[in-house]
């Protein structure tokens, strides 16, 4: 029997990591991340256990004393990653990787995110309270669905949400993981969970409030958990899988992931099927790696990605979320409470302007507070600040 376990649904449970390794070291610090000489040891019989996407700077030591237990290891995609011993705190690393310009941008969304709104910023590691636990992974995926719902996509991790949900509290409490959270006021606007292991810090899923997105809380939110990094000596942090644009600014460095075939000598059916399996896996990769030399790749992302647009609209067009508006300023706005309605935009009937009247405190660096909302008709809303204040037509 084949048994595929993913690495770092082993990290989200102790026990299970235990079963497989007694200790992982770091081939790039050569520091230890991780090590249990009195866990129980590891038997196979005619078993096959593959362990997906190891990370291959990390050198890891399987659990057995028995000689007949061994492994073959598959090379697969690339990780990124940002090695931080090369610094020595959050304002060298910005030195380094940006220019001015970018990092005075950097300070602009924070700066003005919390000139508008009242943010504090809160990492729980090593202590959460339960009714605030529930209450964050309440939140979590709904603000990673609204998010991808604008972008008429699927995020895989709502499907498999249980797994975080009911392992992040005891992570936590345990120092095996980091909640990082941005909240306005009560309400928590930005969520992070990443896995610790050892001085390795893994960004494991992330999601921010959509109607706060002019003010580019992604950046926020990763400046916040370099920070944290150095701050507790972290090596490494790991953003794992796939290449996106936020990740491509801040990484230093790649790494492949690693498949893991974990067989038994004795059993020639294990042997058979383990060797199969990775020379299979290895044959797959390398015919990927040829493709690309001849730009076929190219071609099959031009073709996917169409494909998956056709997809998209053909299940998402009928529900389509998306709300479309204009934002223009006025210059005259005396008098208005007389004429117009006014209106909560934290009431549900109204709950659609949120973004646009966000938008418009990001320009006019006005505090939530101090604004007034007026609804002048069905289609149109007034924003009246002390300084600025704007129209929203809706599409």
């Known amino acids: 029997m084949n048994y595929i376990i993913d690495f770092f649904d082993l990290l989200l449970k102790p026990i299970d990591f235990t079963f497989y390794f007694n200790k992982t ?3 790039i610090t050569k520091k230890i991340l991780y090590s249990n000489i009195e866990a129980p040891t590891l038997t196979l019989n005619n078993d096959v256990h593959i362990i997906c996407d190891i990370p291959n700077y990390m050198d890891v030591s399987l659990n057995t004393t028995h000689t007949n237990i061994k492994s073959i290891s598959i090379p697969k995609y690339q990780g990124s990653m940002i090695t931080l011993t090369n610094y020595e705190n959050l304002d060298q690393y910005l030195k380094h990787h940006f220019n001015a310009k970018k990092r005075s941008q950097f300070k602009t969304y924070k700066k003005r995110l919390e000139k508008s709104f009242n943010i504090s910023y809160k990492v729980y590691y090593g202590n959460i309270d339960k009714t605030e636990y529930d209450r964050l992974f309440t939140k979590f995926p709904e603000i990673i669905k609204a998010r991808f719902d604008t972008l008429r996509a699927e995020h895989y991790d709502l499907a498999v949400w249980d797994r975080y949900e009911q392992n992040a509290f005891s992570l936590i409490n345990t120092k095996k993981a980091c909640l990082f959270v941005i909240y306005d006021n009560n309400n928590p606007i930005s969520i992070s969970l990443t896995p610790v292991m050892g001085k390795v810090l893994y960004g494991f899923v992330r999601g921010f409030d959509v109607n706060y997105s002019k003010f580019y809380l992604g950046f926020t939110d990763i400046l916040l958990q370099i920070e944290w990094c150095f701050e507790n000596n972290i090596d490494i942090f790991d953003l794992l899988k796939g290449f996106f644009p936020y990740k491509n600014k801040f990484t230093n460095g790649t790494y492949f992931f690693q498949n893991l075939f974990i067989y038994n000598t004795k059993s020639i059916s294990s042997t058979v099927c383990a060797i199969f399996k990775a020379l299979k896996l290895k044959g797959f990769y390398f015919t990927i790696k040829l493709l690309k030399l001849v730009h076929i790749d190219t071609l099959y992302h031009n073709y996917s990605t169409k494909k998956l647009d056709r997809e998209k609209a053909k299940k998402f067009g ?34 659609f302007l949120k973004k646009p009247t966000y938008d418009t405190l ?22 009246k600040g002390v300084k600025t204040s704007y129209k929203i037509t809706c599409a």
């Open 25 to 27: 070291k770091s081939k």
């Open 318 to 351: 009928e529900n389509k979320t998306e709300f479309n508006y204009t934002i223009a300023p006025l210059t005259v706005t005396t008098g208005i409470e007389k004429y117009f309605e006014p209106i909560d935009i934290n009431t549900e009937a109204y709950s």
């Open 362 to 383: 990001y320009t006019s660096q006005e505090h939530i507070a101090k604004i007034e909302v007026y609804k002048e008709t069905e289609n149109s809303y007034i924003i």
